[in-house]
């Protein structure tokens, strides 16, 4: 069984929990794109775990995590995720794979990032800059630098070199520090035997475990309203997020996912830059920011909140192939008076659907809503979807009717076990 998670939204959605709950049955848990811009959050107990570049599941006794070939390493901020976990007990020794392809951030890639946001003033698109895109442009104009050159320190060392002294004139033109070349050579080889015990062939295991019928846990980092391609770029991310990018990202066909999960967020947010529909500026995104804790596991900033956008959802459930949907965060909601759904946009009079919309569309269309009489009570405790507030099972039925696709999930708290299964 080959199970895909990723995200219908702006990001946020949720997906670090259901991949968790997934990984309860996984064999093997693997990050296919993006880099350490991700953020998802596990709870165990009273434990959190913000994971960036580790498999959300991972923690899972049995699985074993796998960084594909389409992710982008931060050697750092891996070897902090992987020292954090094992200080509260838990041995990634045979339970974490990296691939060979893996490209690798670079410190100019992250002084270039911020440079370029400086540079555009007021015209920032809000990067996390964490050299993300620097880092994938590299990659696809030839000038990347592999796990595979890591493991073969004299290839390392020249490439590095000649791509410092590159982008080191680059960031001088910016009036922004160079890269102290021989500082971050030293850096580097540190963290290459720290990593050399988890690197590997992904590939190879991943075929081999395909054929074995073993269960595979694929999890986006992503929500597809940051795809490279569909997002109104470009507020974007620099990878492909869809349901395509897991072929691209690891090697596996994506014909062989059995089930294709889209995590709707009951309402919107995201951090960054770019139009938001839905966009709330009062007192309510004030409370369901509060109550839903709603800023940035990387970066910390407080998120931009909305209403749920089914018109943006709509798009993103077709474009992956998704055929179960897990709502996340309804819990937020209890006690507004009101809630709204965009069911379509109106531009200039006229209905214009998400696909035929750029960033301009998206800035100056008006979201037509429906809206739903809320419900004041805590439904944190409920696990059978019968005992939920008639209001809310009306919200979740529509926006399954919405969508024409089953809601399987509905996660009605942070802990593990906070869930509604159908």
């Not at 690798?104 to 003033?121: C, F, Q, S, V």
């Not at 050579?185 to 590997?200: D, Q």
Request: proline share 4%.
């Amino acid at each position: 069984m080959i199970n895909l998670v990723i995200g219908s939204q702006w990001g946020d959605e949720g997906k670090g929990k259901l991949v968790d709950l997934l990984g309860r049955d996984a064999d093997f848990a693997v990050r296919f794109h993006g880099g350490n811009n991700a953020g998802h959050t596990v709870v165990v107990g009273d434990k959190k775990y913000p994971f960036h570049l580790l498999p959300s599941s991972i923690l899972r006794s049995q699985v074993v995590g796998i960084i594909a070939n389409g992710v982008i390493i931060d050697p750092k901020v891996l070897i902090t995720e992987i020292e954090n976990v094992e200080k509260d007990g838990y041995s990634l020794k045979n339970k974490l794979i990296i691939s060979t392809r893996c490209h690798l951030i670079m410190p100019y890639h992250k002084a270039l990032d911020e440079a370029y946001e400086n540079a555009r003033g007021k015209n920032k698109l809000g990067t996390t800059k964490r050299g993300i895109g620097p880092t994938y442009a590299d990659k696809v104009s030839y000038n990347g630098i592999r796990v595979y050159e890591l493991l073969n320190w004299e290839l390392f060392v020249e490439k590095f070199k000649f791509q410092a002294k590159i982008k080191n004139q680059i960031l001088k033109l910016f009036k922004v520090k160079p890269i102290n070349v021989k500082k971050s050579l030293e850096e580097y080889k540190k963290y290459r035997g720290k990593l050399l015990p988890y690197i590997a062939d992904s590939y190879q295991l991943l075929k081999k475990a395909a054929n074995a019928k073993k269960n595979i846990l694929l999890e986006g980092a992503h929500g597809v309203m940051l795809d490279n391609d569909f997002s109104p770029y470009p507020y974007a991310t620099g990878s492909n997020v869809v349901t395509g990018a897991v072929n691209t990202g690891s090697g596996l066909p994506d014909s062989k996912i059995d089930n294709i999960w889209s995590v709707v967020k009951a309402y919107l947010s995201r951090v960054g830059g770019g139009p938001l529909p839905t966009e709330l500026f009062d007192k309510t995104a004030d409370k369901i920011r509060e109550a839903g804790h709603e800023y940035g596991t990387t970066t910390g900033r407080p998120r931009r909140i909305g209403w749920l956008d089914l018109e943006a959802v709509k798009f993103t459930t077709e474009v992956t192939g998704s055929n179960k949907i897990a709502i996340t965060k309804i819990d937020i909601l209890s006690g507004l008076k009101e809630i709204k759904v965009c069911v379509g946009y109106k531009l200039k009079g006229k209905m214009i659907p998400y696909s035929s919309c750029g960033y301009k569309e998206l800035a100056e269309l008006q979201p037509v809503y429906k809206s739903f009489p809320g419900w004041k009570e805590d439904i944190t405790g409920v696990r059978k979807f019968e005992r939920l507030p008639k209001n809310c099972q009306s919200y979740v039925k529509y926006i399954e009717k919405f969508l024409g696709i089953p809601v399987k999930i509905v996660s009605v708290g942070a802990e593990r076990e906070e869930n509604i299964y159908r």
